[in-house]
């Protein structure tokens, strides 16, 4: 490739491949970099170029830039140090807090029972006694697939629940 044809070829898919870069890295300033780094690695590997379509080799490129620059983002972002863990304290709750969650964990409670057979069963088992499907499943001596179906309907069933009250609210 001559200077000019590059130049050319720069002109006529530098908007291509910022957009490529726009869109891997969700960084426009980024973008602007790596949109010029894939000229520049084109221009120095043109004697690589084995004839396919250009437009391709260059999004190749962009994107290959773009996915590298995702990783180091993601190593630079990633604490290597201790001191970088912020150290949680145990906190206790409040009475308030106390009150409050157990006023909801009963409301819940209530709702659940008030579902029809057999996701009432299900629903308290699963949501207000925390247990898992499998647990569910041997206690009822029911298949899993069905314990699943169940559940799922009973969250549907709640969300209107829910939602109903919230309405009259």
Partial sequence: MQKDSFAQIVHEYQKLIFAVCVKLTGDYFAAEDLTQETFLSAYQHQNQFDGQIIKAWLCRIASNKAID?????ARRMQPTDEKDFPVQTATKEGPEDLYLEREVRDRLKERCADLKDPYNRIAIRYFCEEK?????????KTNIKTIQTQIYRARDMLRRVYREEEQIE
């Fill in 132 to 140: 898992k499907t499998e647990e569910i499943a041997l206690e009822m």
């Fill in 69 to 73: 620059y995702n990783r180091e983002a």
